[in-house]
């Protein structure tokens, strides 16, 4: 299959937005996959409502079965059309953080299939920002399933590029639309429960949502830093954002410890002749010896959105590079942390040196 890409950020493409919208839309209306950006990271887009488009998407990503689906929507009346027994208390969520990069675990009506719930009663429901997603929902008419759109255990996407480099063949079409925002998926809230249960963080964090909903808790394995066996969220049991390269986290509550802790570990790998990257930050980046070393600046500690948007792509960056061992800085587990962390850690395989 060839696929195609239509590329947004060129001048005479814009003019054509609409038509790219109409032909994306009949492609998913026909069974097919597209690839899109939403907010948080790249999407594959199909039709929810049917079990062949969804069957599709799994064979595209390489994905288990067991895992589902998230459900996106564009208005409350296609919440109503997927969703049921909304409790009060997820509406509240949804007056404050929808649209956005928030997920609801929800009862599922009967035209969402199996398939795309992977055989659950509940569905996770999605009702995001970005204006390419929301628009192309709309010329479709339906609500779509949307996964990240790389291949299953590799980085998510935050960029056509590398939607591409995973998929391409595979999938009927990329809309390029730029990088993402966040760079980090949604979060996901179990709302079928006593009480809402955060099972991934996002960057609607936990002390946002405690503050509407004080009886909200994060699922153990979050903090507990280790793979569960029987999680409440199938996909946190499958290996993650598994760069080709052995990511090391260092943590500790000192920066100053962490960063010298980095370097006596860098300098031993070196001379083992591993090639090493460092995932650094504005205010570290001094000192790595950046001749010896691959120090890659994922941004400023005081801007957690900078680093998150530059996570995924550093590791694909590290293996162009042919980095053999990468070691990477704990910035710390509040608010945004924890999404940033939660993925740097479970791409590390759970290799947590703590200092
Ligand atoms: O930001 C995002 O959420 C992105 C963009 C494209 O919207 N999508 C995304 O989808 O991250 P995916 O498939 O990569 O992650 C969906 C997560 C998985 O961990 C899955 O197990 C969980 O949501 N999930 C989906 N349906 C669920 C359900 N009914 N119960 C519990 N967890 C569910
Ligand atoms: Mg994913």
């Not at 990503?61 to 049921?84: C, F, Q, T």
């Not at 920066?255 to 090493?276: G, M, Y």
């Not at 801007?303 to 042919?322: A, K, T, Y």
């Amino acid at each position: 299959m060839l696929t195609k890409v239509f590329d947004l950020n060129k001048p005479n493409n814009i003019l054509d937005y609409d038509d790219i919208l109409k032909e994306c839309a009949t492609i998913i209306q026909n069974g097919g996959l597209v690839a899109t950006p939403t907010e948080t990271v790249y999407g594959l887009c199909a039709n929810a409502l049917s079990p062949d488009s969804v069957k599709h998407t799994y064979n595209a990503k390489g994905r288990p079965s067991d895992n589902p689906l998230i459900v996106h929507i564009d208005s409350y009346e296609m919440l109503d059309l997927v969703a049921k027994n909304v409790p009060e208390s997820a509406k509240m969520l949804m007056d404050k953080f929808w649209p956005g990069p928030l997920t609801f675990i929800l009862p599922k009506t009967e035209v969402v299939p199996f398939e795309t719930t992977a055989n659950l009663e509940t569905v996770a429901v999605r009702y995001p920002s970005n204006k390419i997603m929301l628009d192309l929902i709309t010329a479709c008419e339906l609500p779509l399933s949307a996964p990240s759109a790389n291949t299953s255990t590799r980085p998510s996407p935050t960029k056509a590029s590398h939607v591409f480099d995973d998929l391409q063949g595979k999938i009927d079409a990329i809309i390029d639309g730029g990088d993402c925002d966040f760079g980090v998926e949604s979060t996901v809230i179990d709302m079928t429960g006593a009480n809402p249960i955060i099972l991934r963080p996002g960057f609607v964090t936990y002390e946002m949502i405690k503050e509407i909903l004080p009886e909200t808790s994060i699922d153990s394995s979050l903090i507990e830093n280790k793979e569960i066996s029987s999680p409440k969220s199938p996909g946190m049991k499958y290996k993650h954002y598994a760069p080709t390269c052995d990511i090391f986290v260092i943590t500790s509550t000192n920066i100053n410890n962490i960063q010298k802790n980095i370097n006596l570990l860098a300098v031993e790998a070196f001379n083992n002749n591993e090639k090493i990257g460092i995932l650094a930050t504005t205010q570290t980046l001094e000192f790595y010896d950046s001749s010896k070393y691959f120090v890659y600046n994922l941004g400023d500690r005081e801007n957690l959105q900078e680093i998150s948007r530059n996570l995924f792509n550093s590791f694909r960056i590290m293996e162009q590079n042919n980095i053999t061992k990468v070691f990477a800085e704990d910035i710390g587990n509040e608010n945004e942390a924890l999404a940033i962390m939660n993925r740097l850690k479970k791409a590390s395989g759970y290799k947590i040196l703590n200092f």
